[in-house]
């Protein structure tokens, strides 16, 4: 099957403009990650993701950020009114359940906030 | 979050030579895992380590975790160059995973 997949892989957008990021995690895996990645720094945790329950939202760094995942499978995270230190790669990762600790990360998307 | 340090930031090493990364928490660790991430690439799991002075090998990678798993080290004998890339370590706690800054690896052949 195929990995993990998410779109667009590079997003341009004008400061204070909305933006929709999608990740389609590999099927069957019921545990899904946000994370967003600076450049040349390391990943930090954005939302979990488990099944259906309510999700952690504990890395979410402001209340412009929000993300839902549909029926268990795709999810999407949504910027709104972006601001230029929005710009980073936007890295969704998938698990199998949530014990597991190998994560399959998506090839991620490129925002850049002018 | 739980934070864990990762040091050094950058490593240079001619092709042949030996590498190493460390990751230090100022907390005990359930478990710590390290990935790799290519240039452009996105980070692709590595190994986990749960019991205390744990040591794994894959070819030329050792990890390791310290007898207080408070810290974990990643060795790679004989660099080549396509060890390039930025490595880090992670731990997991309840479900979240916080990662280290990485360590960017260079190799020049």
């Known amino acids: 099957g195929a990995g993990v997949s998410q779109s667009p892989s590079n997003k341009v957008t004008e400061k204070g403009k909305d933006v929709e990021l999608r990740c389609d995690p590999i099927s069957g895996h019921t545990a899904l990650y946000w994370y967003r990645q600076s450049l040349g720094q390391g990943l930090e945790f954005l939302i979990y993701f488990q099944g259906n329950s309510a999700p952690d939202k504990s890395g979410l760094p402001s209340d412009r950020f929000s993300a839902e995942r549909t029926g268990g499978s795709v999810s999407t995270l949504t910027i709104q009114r972006t601001q230029q230190e929005d710009s980073a790669v936007y890295l969704c990762a998938s698990t199998e359940t949530s014990g597991r600790v190998e994560q399959f990360f998506g090839p991620g998307t490129r925002l850049t906030v002018l | ?109």
């Open chain 2, 1 to 109: 979050g739980q934070q864990v340090m990762q040091i050094p930031q950058y490593q240079h090493v001619q092709e042949g030579e030996d590498f190493t990364t460390y990751c230090n928490s100022s907390t005990t660790l359930s478990n710590i895992q390290w990935y790799k991430q290519r240039p452009g690439g996105h980070p692709v799991f590595l190994i986990q380590l749960v019991k205390s002075g744990e040591v794994k090998k894959q070819k030329r990678l050792t990890f390791q975790f310290g007898e207080a798993k408070k810290n974990s080290s990643l060795h790679i004998t004989a660099t080549q160059t396509t060890d390039v890339g930025t490595y880090f370590c992670a731990q997991e706690n309840f479900n979240k995973f916080y990662f280290g800054s990485g360590t960017k690896l260079n190799v020049k052949p």
